[in-house]
């Protein structure tokens, strides 16, 4: 009986949080708002088709017309994003695609960015190396600073020096 009653609960929790999930999913205006946030604005303002502040802009009212109504006719997201771009070309999407020539948009950043942290390590250890070389080779040779650099060697080794 008290298993019954637990069931009962996890269903009813269950049934709230998908109604939750389902209120604004069939909502236009929301969808609208989404996808204005993925387009850009093609007037030059450089600025989201949803952020689009400026007064008298030339495209924003037709590019939010077309939106509404692909959002009316119920195409995908993909479906409107693509109609965009071939309408108003490629500049029109806030981000690139992950498609073909696209991919390098996202991929060249993080390769520049770990090409330049392996130069900067491979040019500090050669510098670190031809530093100490060039120590080592300017360092003077006499019996005098050998005996001195021994009794520093075994004064300060591990040993106690002793």
């Known amino acids: ?50 952020e689009c502040d400026h007064v008298g802009c030339p495209n924003r009212d037709e590019e939010f017309a077309d939106l509404n109504g692909f959002v009316q006719n119920g195409q995908s997201d993909a479906a409107i994003m693509a109609s965009f771009s071939s309408k108003y070309g490629p500049t029109a999407l806030a981000a690139p695609t992950t498609h073909g020539f696209d991919l390098v948009a996202w991929i060249a950043p993080i390769a520049v960015f770990l090409a330049a942290v392996l130069g900067t390590i491979l040019v500090a250890k050669q510098w670190s190396l031809s530093k100490t070389q060039t120590a080592a080779q300017n360092a003077p040779n006499s019996p005098e600073l050998d005996t001195l650099r021994e009794k520093i060697r075994r004064e300060t080794s591990g040993d106690g020096g002793f």
């Open 1 to 50: 009986m008290r298993l019954n009653h637990w069931i009962k609960a996890a269903q009813a929790i269950a049934l709230a949080v998908a109604i939750c999930f389902t209120l604004g999913a069939t909502d236009a205006s929301s969808r609208v708002d989404t996808m204005s946030h993925k387009l850009m604005c093609t007037c030059g303002c450089a600025q989201l088709l949803g």
